[in-house]
């Protein structure tokens, strides 16, 4: 059996097993295609019999017929894999075939009533299928379909079957098996594919091909039909008929060449549609690789009158044009400058009309509010209000170049147009920072008012009265304890001490004034009369020596006091089988050991307990000043509110001050890039439209335009957030971001938030250094002006292919000189890559894709890539395709590997191809194969068209293209 090994896969030309493989007819596909058999295959059962042991054998024989394609009236959905194109689809490529897979490898053969013949060369290799997928064009030409009410199974009548599907004897070219692992090694093929499917039965299908030429941007219908004559009948519910019982059991369904509608019954179908010319392989091709035109990324800014201040006649500059970048550009691009001198004039008077607003409004003159002058851009962010020399340079650059003035307010305009969108997204973020703001607002009120209270009454009382009539809040007030290792409240510190809690209580200190009852009982020597009198009273209870007041002794509760010797008797009286004498209790413990022996009366060791108890220490006075002291500073407004405060609201932990509100500054997480494309794809790439089609190239980053649109959408919408109230002091950066990088890959595996920070274009504006100017203030190349390199691809590739694999891979240096500078380098070792940063697109077909390297050393080259990058274009592996190359013109030689096998190498003028058609030109003998190398194991050496069908499936596998373009190719040496 052929085995055909591609990478891991292999492909056999077809499966059978079980009773199926001692059939007695064989497929006559190289003949007539008919056998002696009638409707179905048969083999020979035959069994010996012997009676008893001994005597004669007799042999019992008989020919049974298996099961075939009529017996079939249908295919469960579930056997099918899948399906390609998928149902519904439109975009498969017009030069790649549909194909439907099975998941039982043998199920295309399993009903063929015939074996493949044993001899004759290549036909033993070759069996025909029981099923055939017919691709038609849904256009109603083709075919007409029906549900067939009173069949089996549906049907279409298809017009002119015979010349649309070619010949049916060779449709064993179009069923193939599949295997994910490699068949020719270690062994006999046949027992390690036996292995790989008792290990993984998902390792090995079946797959169907249908063998029609596509057209671009059509429908097509593809439909899963019997082959055989017997499966047709059966299946449109002819089976009983007389004239089943006659058909030849091999005799195919429909007759090569022959004209007329043929009924079919469909056992399973889906519709499709293609896209345009192309599979990959071929747009990537049609790319050319080119230097730029010197004009792109550059176009002139007219400075002749740009205001009625600001103009030739009366600033006497006579420069006409200077050039505006856009924010990509060629490392040769043209930079329309200045005549010497002209800047200068310009920036003057750009000075003084940007400070006009500042002379105004502090030179007084009468002017009345509002003033109306040219901003000033970073004002708020670099702390400036006026240009007076001082000011950095990025803000210089800003406000004085008028190619720079314009990039700020490209960024004006895209804050103008997108103001709701913005602002929607902005208050968002700040739901509860607004109601945090209003209780920041009523604390702050309540703080002067209760100031103003704390200051006029408690600041005025002496200590003894403070801590009386801060009574109230003794209970909720921590002061450190005297060992200062913890806190306690005040009230806590008062119980312990001698003063009573009561002296604190508003009942005290209503009864103890010198009017009330009890300050008329209180002896002179105790109290003073006059404002002192309260502090008198709460000194003296304080005090703990003899002549001072002290509180009146509780009454003593109720408790029945008893003595063991007395009162055994009464407690009996209560308590029922009390042990009135001493008891032995061998587990006693005294304090001077252990006496298991002793007896003892446990009412006289209890009175013997208490009457060891001794009186509790007197309590010292408390620091009355110390106390009175700390009570102040607890209740001060500033320390309580501000405390209030944190309870309320917290910011990362910490508790904002009260004097101002909570400021805020919203992140916006768009590529600002593409608010600015929206307006004019121009001032992303000026004179874009001098980049040819289907080009390659590269070109490199703008730091100046992006640094000043970044500058100018922070102004205007500091501006826009103060306009609507929003809580921000206007030096925010909001936005940060200028290209896409959500599909960077990251792949140093840096953590989300750290990457996010590192893959911003600016940095936050109010640390933009003081000595900077603009241009360097790139985020990844801080205080740099190097540019990042972008490769540029313009054509239907990406347009039909998005998800394409880009990436830079270093190369080997060349040797100086170099023998053959035009023959392609060598990649480096070790293998090097970069991966895109940003990519961007520009609509119709201009995509991009920016790199963390300079033009120069992807050129040059740098340490690890000594010759420079290759820029990759991959198609993205994905699921097996089969089909033929687009060359778009007529062959000029025979193709010299498999993998470059086109259409045009066996046009017959038909849609379905003959795979025994004559390659013209035919292949190169051998196979990619130099003359003067020797190449035994090579597996094109064994491939051949028209074979069998695993040869066909090996010639038709589409490989997964790539093509790599030196940078050297796209930019001026």
């Given at each position: 059996?052929?085995?055909?090994?591609l990478?891991?896969?292999?492909?056999?030309?077809w499966?059978?097993?079980?009773l199926?493989?001692?059939?007695?007819?064989?497929d006559?596909?190289?003949?007539?295609?008919?056998?002696?058999?009638?409707?179905r295959?048969?083999?020979?059962?035959?069994i010996?019999?012997?009676?008893?042991?001994?005597?004669?054998?007799?042999?019992f024989?008989?020919?049974?017929q298996?099961?075939?394609?009529g017996?079939v009236?249908?295919i469960n959905p579930?056997?099918?894999?899948?399906?390609?194109?998928?149902?519904?689809?439109?975009?498969?490529?017009?030069?790649?075939?549909?194909?439907i897979?099975?998941?039982?490898?043998?199920?295309?053969w399993?009903?063929?009533?015939a074996?493949?013949?044993?001899?004759?060369?290549?036909?033993?290799?070759?069996?025909?299928?029981?099923?055939?997928?017919?691709?038609?064009k849904?256009d109603?030409?083709?075919?007409?379909?029906?549900?067939?009410p009173?069949?089996?199974?549906p049907?279409?009548?298809?017009?002119?079957?015979g010349?649309?599907f070619?010949?049916?004897?060779?449709?064993w070219?179009?069923?193939?098996?599949?295997?994910?692992?490699?068949?020719?090694?270690?062994?006999?093929?046949?027992?390690?594919?036996?292995?790989?499917?008792?290990?993984n039965?998902?390792?090995v299908?079946?797959?169907?091909?249908?063998?029609r030429?596509l057209?671009?941007?059509?429908?097509y219908?593809?439909?899963?039909i019997?082959s055989f004559?017997?499966?047709?009948?059966?299946?449109?519910g002819?089976?009983?008929?007389?004239?089943?019982?006659?058909?030849d059991?091999?005799?195919p369904?429909w007759?090569?060449g022959?004209?007329?509608?043929?009924?079919f019954?469909?056992y399973y179908e889906w519709?499709?549609?293609?896209?345009?010319?192309?599979?990959f392989e071929?747009?990537?091709?049609?790319?050319?690789?080119r230097v730029?035109?010197?004009?792109?990324?550059?176009?002139k800014?007219?400075?002749r009158h740009?205001s009625d201040?600001?103009?030739?006649?009366e600033?006497?500059?006579t420069?006409?044009?200077?050039?505006?970048?856009?924010?990509?550009?060629t490392?040769?691009t043209i930079?329309y400058?200045?005549?010497t001198g002209?800047d200068?004039?310009?920036?003057?008077?750009?000075?003084s009309?940007?400070?006009?607003?500042?002379?105004?409004?502090?030179?007084?003159?009468?002017?009345?509010?509002?003033?109306?002058?040219?901003?000033?851009?970073g004002?708020w962010h670099?702390?400036?209000?006026?240009?007076?020399?001082?000011?950095?340079?990025?803000?210089?650059?800003?406000?004085?170049?008028?190619?720079?003035?314009?990039?700020?307010g490209?960024?004006?305009e895209?804050i103008r147009r997108?103001?709701?969108?913005f602002m929607?997204f902005?208050?968002?973020?700040?739901?509860?920072?607004?109601e945090a703001?209003?209780r920041?607002?009523?604390?702050?009120?309540?703080?002067?008012?209760?100031?103003r209270?704390?200051?006029?009454h408690a600041?005025k009382?002496?200590?003894?009265?403070?801590?009386?009539v801060?009574?109230?809040?003794?209970?909720?007030?921590?002061?450190?304890?005297?060992d200062?290792m913890?806190?306690?409240?005040?009230s806590l510190r008062?119980?312990?001490?001698?003063l009573?809690?009561?002296?604190?209580?508003p009942?005290?200190?209503k009864a103890a004034?010198?009017?009330?009852?009890v300050?008329r009982?209180?002896?002179?020597?105790?109290?003073?009369?006059g404002?002192?009198?309260?502090?008198?009273?709460?000194?003296?209870l304080?005090?703990?020596?003899?002549?001072?007041?002290?509180?009146?002794?509780p009454k003593?509760?109720?408790?029945?006091?008893?003595?063991a010797?007395?009162n055994l008797?009464?407690?009996?009286?209560?308590?029922?089988?009390?042990?009135?004498?001493?008891?032995?209790?061998?587990?006693?413990?005294?304090?001077?050991?252990t006496?298991p022996?002793?007896?003892?009366?446990?009412?006289a060791?209890?009175d013997t307990?208490?009457?060891?108890?001794?009186?509790?220490p007197?309590?010292?006075?408390?620091?009355?000043a110390?106390?009175?002291?700390?009570?102040?500073?607890?209740?001060?407004?500033d320390?309580?509110?501000?405390?209030?405060?944190g309870?309320?609201i917290?910011?990362?932990?910490?508790?904002?001050?009260?004097e101002?509100?909570i400021?805020?500054?919203?992140?916006?997480?768009?590529?600002?890039?593409?608010?600015?494309?929206?307006?004019?794809?121009?001032?992303i790439?000026?004179?874009v439209d001098?980049?040819?089609n289907?080009?390659?190239t590269?070109?490199?980053?703008n730091?100046?335009?992006?640094?000043?649109?970044?500058?100018?959408?922070n102004?205007?919408?500091s501006?826009?957030?103060?306009?609507r109230?929003?809580?921000t002091?206007?030096?925010?950066t909001y936005?940060?971001?200028?290209?896409?990088?959500?599909?960077y890959g990251?792949?140093?595996?840096?953590?989300?938030?750290?990457?996010?920070?590192?893959?911003?274009d600016i940095k936050?504006?109010?640390?933009w250094?003081?000595?900077?100017?603009?241009g360097?203030?790139d985020?990844?190349?801080?205080?740099?002006?190097?540019s990042q390199?972008?490769?540029?691809?313009r054509?239907?590739l990406l347009r039909k292919?998005?998800?394409?694999?880009?990436?830079?891979?270093?190369a080997a240096?060349r040797?100086?000189p170099?023998p053959?500078p035009?023959?392609?380098?060598?990649?480096?070792d070790?293998?090097?890559?970069?991966?895109?940063i940003f990519?961007?697109r520009i609509?119709?077909?201009?995509?991009?894709?920016?790199f963390?390297?300079?033009?120069?050393?992807?050129?040059d080259?740098?340490?690890?890539?000594?010759?420079?990058?290759?820029?990759?274009?991959?198609?993205r592996?994905?699921?097996?395709r089969?089909?033929?190359?687009?060359?778009?013109?007529?062959?000029?030689?025979g193709?010299?590997?498999?993998d470059?096998l086109?259409?045009?190498y066996?046009?017959?003028?038909?849609?379905?191809?003959?795979?025994?058609?004559?390659?013209?030109?035919p292949?190169?003998i051998?196979?990619?194969?130099?003359?003067?190398?020797?190449?035994?194991?090579?597996?094109?050496?064994d491939v051949?068209?028209?074979?069998n069908?695993?040869?066909?499936a090996?010639?038709?596998?589409?490989?997964p293209?790539?093509?790599?373009?030196?940078?050297?190719?796209m930019?001026?040496?």
């Amino acid at each position: 059996m052929t085995i055909d090994v591609l990478a891991n896969y292999s492909f056999l030309p077809w499966f059978k097993e079980g009773l199926s493989l001692s059939m007695l007819s064989v497929d006559n596909s190289d003949t007539d295609g008919l056998s002696s058999v009638m409707e179905r295959g048969s083999l020979n059962v035959s069994i010996d019999l012997q009676k008893d042991g001994s005597g004669p054998v007799t042999n019992f024989g008989h020919t049974v017929q298996l099961l075939g394609p009529g017996d079939v009236l249908g295919i469960n959905p579930k056997a099918i894999i899948r399906v390609e194109p998928p149902r519904g689809s439109n975009d498969l490529e017009p030069n790649y075939l549909p194909f439907i897979e099975f998941y039982d490898e043998d199920f295309p053969w399993r009903f063929t009533p015939a074996l493949a013949k044993t001899t004759g060369g290549m036909d033993g290799n070759r069996l025909r299928p029981w099923i055939f997928l017919a691709i038609l064009k849904d256009d109603g030409t083709e075919f007409s379909y029906s549900a067939n009410p009173d069949g089996p199974l549906p049907y279409v009548d298809i017009n002119d079957a015979g010349e649309l599907f070619g010949d049916p004897l060779k449709i064993w070219a179009w069923a193939h098996v599949h295997v994910n692992d490699k068949l020719d090694e270690d062994g006999d093929p046949a027992l390690r594919l036996e292995g790989i499917r008792a290990d993984n039965p998902d390792n090995v299908i079946a797959r169907l091909l249908g063998p029609r030429r596509l057209e671009p941007t059509t429908k097509y219908r593809a439909f899963v039909i019997p082959s055989f004559e017997t499966g047709r009948v059966a299946g449109l519910g002819e089976k009983d008929s007389a004239v089943f019982a006659a058909i030849d059991a091999t005799q195919p369904s429909w007759e090569n060449g022959a004209a007329g509608s043929v009924r079919f019954p469909v056992y399973y179908e889906w519709f499709f549609s293609t896209d345009e010319r192309g599979d990959f392989e071929y747009l990537v091709n049609k790319l050319v690789p080119r230097v730029l035109d010197e004009h792109v990324g550059s176009r002139k800014l007219d400075v002749r009158h740009p205001s009625d201040v600001i103009n030739q006649t009366e600033t006497g500059y006579t420069t006409n044009f200077i050039g505006m970048g856009g924010a990509l550009r060629t490392p040769q691009t043209i930079n329309y400058d200045w005549i010497t001198g002209d800047d200068t004039l310009v920036a003057n008077a750009l000075t003084s009309e940007v400070n006009r607003a500042k002379t105004l409004m502090t030179s007084g003159g009468g002017t009345q509010d509002p003033v109306i002058a040219a901003p000033l851009y970073g004002r708020w962010h670099a702390m400036v209000d006026q240009l007076n020399g001082a000011e950095p340079p990025w803000v210089k650059d800003a406000n004085t170049n008028p190619a720079h003035r314009a990039t700020c307010g490209l960024g004006s305009e895209v804050i103008r147009r997108n103001q709701e969108k913005f602002m929607e997204f902005a208050w968002g973020k700040v739901e509860g920072i607004v109601e945090a703001n209003q209780r920041i607002r009523e604390l702050h009120l309540a703080r002067l008012a209760a100031a103003r209270l704390h200051a006029r009454h408690a600041l005025k009382f002496d200590n003894d009265r403070f801590i009386a009539v801060s009574g109230a809040v003794h209970d909720r007030t921590l002061i450190p304890t005297v060992d200062l290792m913890d806190q306690e409240t005040v009230s806590l510190r008062v119980a312990n001490s001698n003063l009573p809690r009561a002296a604190a209580q508003p009942t005290l200190r209503k009864a103890a004034r010198p009017a009330a009852g009890v300050g008329r009982h209180l002896s002179e020597e105790a109290v003073v009369s006059g404002p002192g009198f309260q502090q008198s009273l709460i000194s003296n209870l304080n005090n703990v020596s003899e002549v001072a007041i002290t509180a009146a002794e509780p009454k003593a509760d109720s408790i029945y006091y008893f003595d063991a010797e007395n009162n055994l008797a009464p407690v009996s009286d209560y308590v029922s089988d009390i042990e009135a004498t001493a008891v032995y209790n061998p587990s006693y413990t005294s304090d001077t050991g252990t006496y298991p022996d002793v007896h003892y009366n446990a009412f006289a060791e209890l009175d013997t307990w208490f009457g060891d108890l001794t009186e509790a220490p007197a309590a010292d006075g408390i620091d009355i000043a110390d106390i009175a002291g700390k009570l102040t500073t607890k209740l001060n407004p500033d320390t309580a509110m501000t405390g209030r405060l944190g309870s309320l609201i917290s910011i990362n932990g910490l508790a904002p001050t009260i004097e101002a509100p909570i400021l805020a500054a919203p992140q916006f997480p768009y590529a600002m890039y593409e608010h600015l494309r929206d307006m004019s794809q121009d001032y992303i790439i000026p004179n874009v439209d001098l980049v040819a089609n289907e080009s390659i190239t590269l070109l490199e980053t703008n730091p100046e335009f992006i640094d000043a649109y970044m500058l100018g959408l922070n102004h205007e919408m500091s501006r826009e957030l103060l306009w609507r109230e929003y809580p921000t002091d206007q030096r925010g950066t909001y936005f940060k971001q200028f290209w896409n990088v959500r599909d960077y890959g990251n792949p140093d595996y840096i953590a989300a938030n750290e990457l996010t920070n590192l893959l911003y274009d600016i940095k936050q504006i109010d640390l933009w250094p003081d000595s900077s100017a603009l241009g360097s203030l790139d985020h990844r190349n801080a205080g740099s002006t190097s540019s990042q390199v972008v490769l540029l691809i313009r054509g239907s590739l990406l347009r039909k292919f998005p998800n394409a694999i880009i990436y830079a891979q270093a190369a080997a240096a060349r040797p100086d000189p170099d023998p053959n500078p035009r023959e392609p380098r060598a990649y480096a070792d070790p293998v090097k890559y970069k991966t895109p940063i940003f990519k961007g697109r520009i609509a119709p077909d201009i995509t991009f894709f920016g790199f963390d390297m300079s033009a120069d050393t992807a050129r040059d080259g740098e340490v690890g890539a000594p010759g420079g990058y290759y820029f990759v274009i991959q198609e993205r592996p994905g699921e097996v395709r089969f089909g033929l190359d687009i060359l778009g013109q007529a062959p000029g030689s025979g193709v010299e590997k498999w993998d470059d096998l086109a259409w045009e190498y066996l046009d017959n003028g038909t849609d379905f191809f003959d795979p025994e058609t004559a390659l013209d030109p035919p292949p190169a003998i051998p196979l990619w194969k130099d003359p003067d190398e020797t190449i035994p194991n090579s597996p094109e050496m064994d491939v051949n068209w028209g074979a069998n069908s695993a040869d066909m499936a090996y010639i038709m596998y589409q490989l997964p293209a790539r093509v790599a373009v030196h940078a050297a190719k796209m930019l001026p040496a």
